[in-house]
């Protein structure tokens, strides 16, 4: 009965711990078609145009689009403190949808805790990024899912900066478009 009684005390944290966990989902209208779109998040000049917080720049990304492949890009901030980040790819259908794991990375691609940029332990070492891109009045509509986030201030830094970055891809578009 011990026994019993132990397992369901372990059992609870972890079932009250998941249920904290929670999906970020934004979207935008983009003037632009579906495969222009769709590169401007898989081809790394395009990256580099827009794939930051306000006040940040993306110096560096590399793409490796195939299922497998790795997604390695740095975002500095205006101190000039680097922050890099990796996705591995778990699904491409070009022009409609991505997939991939997130996590921050060294400058050579390897996963380093999140602990090294001041999160807390909360934060989860891997997130599952799912993008989709629609037809929407001879536009796009993209759609962002930011997977297994607990539910703290930082998640709602994390929001800020997606809506920041997907802001400044609203505009990269508003600007080649005039």
């Known amino acids: 009965m011990m026994d019993k009684t132990h397992k369901k005390r372990n059992e609870t944290p972890k079932a009250a711990k998941a249920s904290k966990l929670q999906t970020l989902t934004l979207s935008r209208i983009v003037n632009a078609s ?3 779109v769709f590169k401007a998040w898989t081809e790394p000049s395009q990256i580099m145009r827009w794939w930051r917080p306000k006040g940040f720049t993306c110096p560096s990304c590399k793409v490796d689009l195939r299922v497998g ?3 390695l890009y740095c975002m500095r901030s205006p101190e000039g403190k680097d922050f890099w980040g990796r996705g591995i790819y778990q699904e491409i259908v070009p022009g409609q ?3 991939y794991v997130d996590s921050f990375a060294d400058e050579t691609g390897n996963q380093i805790s999140p602990s090294t940029h001041g999160l807390s332990a909360e934060w989860p ?4 990024i799912t993008v989709t891109f629609a037809d929407e009045n001879n ?3 993209v759609t962002l899912q930011h997977a297994d986030l607990p539910d703290s201030a930082e998640s709602e830094m994390c929001k800020t900066g997606w809506n920041e970055m997907l802001d400044q ?10």
């Not at 070492?125 to 599952?128: I, K, L, Q, V």
């Not at 891809?169 to 005039?178: G, H, I, T, Y």
């Open 125 to 128: 070492a891997e997130s599952r």
């Open 139 to 141: 536009k796009t509509k």
């Open 69 to 71: 492949g790795t997604f």
């Open 169 to 178: 891809l609203v505009e990269n578009f508003s600007k080649s478009a005039r």
């Open 97 to 99: 949808k991505l997939v």
């Open 34 to 36: 579906r495969d222009k």
